[in-house]
């Protein structure tokens, strides 16, 4: 099945509500007031950076040669599949050699110590930012490449993306150390024995859901720049009558 690139309403703090929900955060958690925090990552240099980006005027002479966001959509789909099944295979037991393995009960770490579930969930964000900051980059130069305005568009997220990137890092590098908590509770909550034990079986199915929910998180940036190409491709040819 082809993943859905339709944003959801709720799809932007999915994954802060799934923290909440596993009790991992407090009730103080940075996301409340969230609008003004936003406002304080921009320094006094950053934002002289997105007032002359905004300013920007429209080049003379522009050459369209972006016609559609078939393309970019397409890429977008792939990407997301990809990532998408890569998460849910690492996730699933009896998945042959997936890329980013489980961690697996071992005859030198029985008690299956949290550092290597760590180290998997940092496996996978740098999965995910590695290809997404790639197709972020796509679609900034589809956009660039159909009109003056989506040109100006594809600078100011260039912009945001450079400065907001130290931040987002640090907020989803402390997700994985966050998931110790919850691997702590089940842990003590549970001493079933066994190949694996039920409370790790619950602990895969909060880390997948977690990893696909940071996953639609990453990706909203990019199905902005998509929804932006598709709409003024889309009027392009309603003006062009075709």
């Known amino acids: 099945m082809t993943p859905s690139l339709t944003p959801s309403p709720h799809r932007q703090v999915r994954l802060v509500r799934l923290l909440t929900e596993l009790a991992l955060i407090e009730d103080d958690?940075?996301?409340?007031?969230?609008?003004d925090r936003l406002g304080q990552m921009f320094n006094f240099a950053d934002s002289i950076i997105l007032a002359d980006a905004h300013k920007m005027k429209p080049e003379r002479g522009f050459m369209a040669v972006t016609e559609?966001?078939?393309e970019l959509k397409q890429a977008v789909s792939h990407a997301?599949?990809?990532?998408?099944q890569g998460i849910i295979e690492s996730?699933?037991?009896?998945?042959?050699?997936p890329k980013i393995r489980w961690p697996a009960l071992a005859e030198d770490d029985p008690e299956l110590k949290y550092e290597r579930f760590h180290?998997?969930?940092?496996?996978?964000?740098?999965e995910q930012d590695l290809a997404l900051r790639a197709l972020r980059s796509s679609g900034?130069?589809?956009?660039t490449g159909c009109s003056p305005a989506?040109?100006?568009?594809?600078?100011?997220?260039?912009?945001l993306e450079d400065t907001l990137w130290d931040h987002t890092a640090r907020f989803?590098?402390?997700v994985p150390r966050l998931l110790e908590r919850r691997f702590d509770r089940l842990r003590a909550g549970e001493g079933e024995a066994g190949a694996e034990p039920g409370w790790l079986v619950q602990f895969r199915k909060d880390v997948q859901s977690l990893l696909l929910a940071e996953l639609d998180l990453r990706l909203q940036p990019v199905l902005g720049l998509v929804e932006s190409l598709e709409r003024s491709t889309s009027a392009q040819r309603i003006r062009a009558g075709t």
Request: hydrophobic share 40%.
């Open 29 to 35: 958690w940075p996301q409340r007031e969230f609008a």
């Open 119 to 126: 180290r998997f969930y940092l496996s996978h964000q740098r």
């Open 172 to 174: 989803l590098a402390a």
């Open 68 to 70: 559609s966001a078939d």
């Open 150 to 159: 989506l040109k100006k568009l594809a600078l100011l997220d260039r912009v």
């Open 80 to 84: 997301k599949g990809k990532l998408v």
């Open 91 to 97: 996730c699933s037991p009896g998945t042959e050699r």
């Open 140 to 143: 900034r130069e589809a956009l």
